[in-house]
């Protein structure tokens, strides 16, 4: 396993990551979100906020984002277990449908 190092540049700060060959691209997409998000932050203030509380902002704004994520994917996992519940009941009822009529499954 390759390890490389990327320079990257996040709100003004320049830091150096080691990561596997693999992971560099992937690497300079976090960082372009993440300094895309300080930027938006720092902006929607007009710059007049020091880069603590901006780095807090963004925190707590890619915070809020995740726990929405993770929200509608819980609410989407809901909804496809009673959907796949649904479905199996239904292939139950029309399995014994068939049986009753003196189909057999194996001649379908």
Known sequence: MNKETLEVNIFGVTLNIKSKDSDIEYLQELASFVNDNFNEIYNQYSGNQSKEVVAILTCLNLADKLKKIEKENKDNK?????????????ISDLVKLIEVKGVKIDEL
Request: charged residues 25%.
């Open 78 to 90: 809901y909804l496809i277990d009673n959907l796949k519940a649904s479905i199996t009941s239904r």
